[in-house]
């Protein structure tokens, strides 16, 4: 299935071209609380995840993100690879949320026929629950695009919404899966909104190494929730 959109122009940049086993993508873009960045950031480096696709966009804002090495790069999304023992993944993440809602669609679409000629047919997305209020322990919640999906969120202590919507790219992303003939998971924390939250970060990951054997540390947390803690005691 192809979406009939306005034309926004998109350069896909081949880096390399993987063999990937059955992959499963966990997608994250910008969000508030940069709840999905976080995680998406927590999982690239520890996973040792190695980029092979990226995507420019006219929908990005008109920028250059000056590097410290003195050089710079533009606004880009990127597909990375994780090869495993178990099922591959594929982990996506940009700098920012396009500024266009035909950008979001159009990207979204993009990535979305790319995975699928790879092999992937559940994509799992991240991402923020604006509550406007610190919570000390935040609940993780799901939906899914199939009934059949959401037993197993609830063997993991995920509450299935039942109601509200979820926006731009990280609500786009796993919802279109479903008129591409593939399933999609939305799963999202409890944030403020107010600042980086790496407490609702945390409550994903955890539930990510759970559903998808990530066997990841979640320490790397302890030093991004002091730090956020110290900002909301200030």
Not at 77 to 97: C, H, M, P, S, W
Not at 130 to 147: C, L, R
Not at 223 to 229: D, K, N, R
């Amino acid at each position: 299935v192809s979406l009939v959109l306005e034309e926004i122009k998109q350069i896909v940049k081949w880096l390399e071209r993987p063999e990937l086993k059955e992959p499963i993508m966990v997608s994250g873009v910008p969000d508030s609380g940069l709840v999905a960045k976080i995680v998406m950031d927590y999982l690239i480096s520890p996973l040792k995840a190695k980029p092979f696709v990226e995507i420019y966009s006219y929908g990005f804002s008109p920028q250059v993100l000056v590097k410290k090495d003195g050089t710079l790069d533009l606004v880009k999304g990127v597909l990375y690879y994780v090869k495993r023992d178990g099922n591959d993944l594929i982990l996506f993440t940009a700098d920012e949320q396009p500024r266009l809602p035909e950008a979001a669609y159009s990207i979204c679409n993009d990535v979305l026929d790319l995975i699928k000629e790879l092999g992937v047919k559940i994509v799992y997305t991240v991402g923020a629950s604006i509550t406007g209020t610190f919570v000390d322990e935040p609940k993780v919640y799901g939906v899914a695009t199939h009934p059949k999906l959401l037993p197993d969120l609830k063997k993991h202590g995920i509450i299935i919404m039942n109601s509200g919507t979820i926006t731009w790219m990280n609500g786009l992303m796993f919802a279109l899966t479903k008129i591409k003939d593939m399933e999609g998971i939305f799963i999202s924390a409890e944030t403020s909104g107010y600042i980086a939250d790496a407490k609702a970060a945390r409550a994903i990951v955890a539930k990510l190494n759970e559903i998808l054997n990530l066997n990841l540390s979640l320490e790397g947390f302890n030093e991004m929730i002091e730090e956020m803690e110290r900002t909301v005691r200030s």
